[in-house]
């Protein structure tokens, strides 16, 4: 583990600069190796990051390895990852706040990125792109298939891990409560849409990141092109099966 393991437990609100916010639902075989990313990420901001891990029904280690790293944690019942996060943001104290997912590593340059698009005044926020643990044709398809109709959607965003400060999260109401599946693109358009309204612009940090293919590795690498019901389930954002079966499906952890 990182020499810089221990993060923020209960510093005041003027110490912390960074809120990383993950939602966990038994992510004991994944959780650890991003507390580690986060740590090194953390390395510059000695005291300053706080990590908040949100326990969505989990019944293995994932709350154990957590606090191991001093993570503040909570517990969450909501089969809504929207409600998941916003209950995650509702507790940060830092002004910058940062969602990943448990299975999702950030890489060392990315928490410096964010500051320094943010101070420059230019940002009002944005995501990250980033590569898979592994690539192969049928990702690369399948992976298409889910962009193309969620660009002509919600127009041209990045996602994956969300950065911007507080109070303009707080501005936009965090995620939509009532979206069951694509939050994170409902996400991304409202804050580009803020930050035009603020005469700033929505954000990209290159190579921020590197994520899991669990759901690849289970469901088969050509999943969107054998199943394209699902594509239409993350356009609609309300099925409550296709969510289940995404997100909180033990089977594919």
């Known amino acids: 583990m990182s020499e810089n393991k221990g993060f923020i437990r209960d510093g005041s609100e003027k110490d912390v600069k960074f809120s990383v916010i993950i939602p966990a639902h038994n992510e004991e075989k994944y959780i650890g190796e991003c507390l580690e990313s986060i740590a090194k990420a953390a390395q510059p901001y000695k005291n300053q990051v706080e990590v908040i891990v949100v326990l969505n029904r989990c019944t293995d280690r994932t709350e154990e390895i957590a606090k191991s790293y001093n993570c503040v944690t909570l517990e969450n019942n909501d ?11 509702a507790l940060a104290k830092g002004e910058i706040l940062v969602t990943i997912d448990a299975d999702t590593r950030m890489t060392e340059h990315l928490l410096t990125e964010v500051e320094k698009n943010l ?16 690539v192969s044709l049928g ?15 919600y127009g041209f965003i990045s996602v994956g891990i969300f950065w911007c400060y507080k109070k303009d999260f707080q501005a936009i109401k965090g995620f939509n409560e009532n979206m069951l599946m694509a939050e994170d693109a409902d996400f991304a358009k409202r804050l580009k849409q803020w930050g035009k309204t603020n005469g ?54």
């Open 79 to 89: 089969k809504n990852l929207s409600k998941i996060r916003n209950a995650g943001a």
């Open 119 to 134: 101070t420059s005044n230019k940002y009002i926020g944005g995501g990250v792109n980033g590569n898979f643990e592994r």
């Open 139 to 153: 990702i690369i398809v399948s992976t298409l298939l889910l962009i193309v109709p969620i660009l002509f959607k």
């Open 200 to 253: 700033k612009k929505y954000g990209t940090v290159k190579n921020g990141m590197i994520t899991s293919c669990r759901r690849f590795d289970h469901y088969g690498d050509w999943v969107l092109l054998k199943r394209p019901g699902m594509i239409l389930a993350y356009l609609k954002g309300n099925n409550d099966k296709a969510a289940n079966e995404a997100y909180y499906d033990d089977q594919a952890r």
